[in-house]
């Protein structure tokens, strides 16, 4: 046999996996999710729910053409068996309240499910969570910053920015306020971590001043509408003090987390280092304590991806029961 024969003959016999049945007695119920980054969320969730009598598996929209996201998973509503649930970001269609038609198709689908926050991420940056999030990536437990009072201030200073940007997308004209201005209003370049913060909240203050002026000098006529909007979303559990879980994901995370857990991180591996560098050791001892810290690091933004401290969110409370009601409903609970 040929060198040539020998490499396709490997290549025919190459194992390839498939799924496995579901035991006995189990039903198998497919759950369709937005994209790659969504599937832990989810995996998270169904894991309690499974039982001897149903297994979930949770994946991206099986399309020839890889097409993946929300607008995928929605379109795939009327064709959705009983074998399967569907599960998306809420966007801002749960704080909609059906006042657009994409609203109310999430809203009033029974196996299709929405985070209430406004995407994955924000769950990730729960602020109860954070602490924890840089005690794995430091392994120094000392609290230096008081994440949850720091999200609150945050949130109540967009609050006012947040309406409008909000407002703007349920009335369809991105003209009033685009996603990248509501971006560069909220971000934070930067954390002062001393005095927990304050410094970073009067700078990020003095820019939504500026942008808020700005917005109602140019679209005035909205400012009647911005007052009943906030009612109407103060009734959906949007509040100034936890505005940060339903503003844009991804604008959350990295802009904002990130920046604020990258100082604060910073500043415990300093901490450490400082003990490590007062001990009494000295010469192979002290290299190897210090090579030991430095190896045990873990970078941020990765623990941050993978926490889940966030389950004693109330919205993720509420997520968790709608499954349960929904699995009550078929039989399956």
Not at 77 to 98: H, K, W
Not at 258 to 287: H, W, Y
Not at 317 to 331: K, N, Y
Request: hydrophobic share 35%; aromatic share 10%; proline share 4%.
């Amino acid at each position: 046999m040929t060198k040539k024969n020998k490499k396709h003959e490997a290549a025919d016999t190459q194992w390839s996996p498939s799924r496995l049945p579901a035991k006995e007695g189990q039903r198998l119920i497919e759950v369709h999710v937005e994209g790659y980054d969504d599937v832990a969320f989810w995996r998270g969730i169904f894991d309690d729910f499974e039982s001897e009598r149903v297994a979930f598996e949770i994946s991206v929209p099986p399309r020839p053409d890889l097409a993946k996201g929300k607008r995928v998973v929605m379109d795939m509503i009327p064709e959705c068996t009983r074998g399967q649930l569907l599960c998306v970001d809420s966007d801002f269609d749960y704080i909609f309240a059906g006042h657009t038609p994409q609203s109310r198709k999430v809203l009033n689908t029974p196996h299709l499910f929405h985070t209430y926050a406004y995407a994955t991420e924000n769950y990730l940056c729960w602020a109860p969570g954070l602490h924890s999030v840089c005690t794995r990536a430091t392994k120094n437990d000392t609290r230096i910053f008081d994440f949850e009072s720091f999200m609150e201030e945050y949130s109540r200073t967009i609050y006012p920015i947040f309406a409008w940007y909000a407002y703007s997308a349920r009335l369809g004209d991105e003209h009033i306020f685009k996603l990248i201005d509501f971006k560069n209003t909220v971000r934070l370049n930067y954390l002062e971590v001393r005095d927990n913060g304050a410094a970073t909240l009067e700078w990020l203050h003095g820019n939504v001043e500026r942008r808020r002026h700005s917005l109602e000098q140019h679209h005035g006529e909205h400012v009647g509408g911005i007052e009943t909007f906030k009612k109407q979303i103060g009734s959906q559990g949007v509040e100034p003090s936890n505005t940060y879980l339903f503003m844009h994901g991804h604008t959350l995370m990295d802009n904002v987390v990130m920046p604020m857990l990258n100082a604060v991180c910073e500043d415990l591996k300093q901490m450490s280092g400082e003990r490590i560098t007062r001990s009494a050791q000295r010469g192979v001892a002290f290299s190897n304590e210090v090579s030991n810290y430095r190896n045990a690091l873990m970078n941020v933004r990765e623990v941050l991806v993978h926490n889940e401290d966030y389950k004693s969110c109330p919205l993720y409370t509420r997520l968790h029961s709608d499954i349960a009601a929904q699995l009550r409903r078929v039989g399956l609970l």
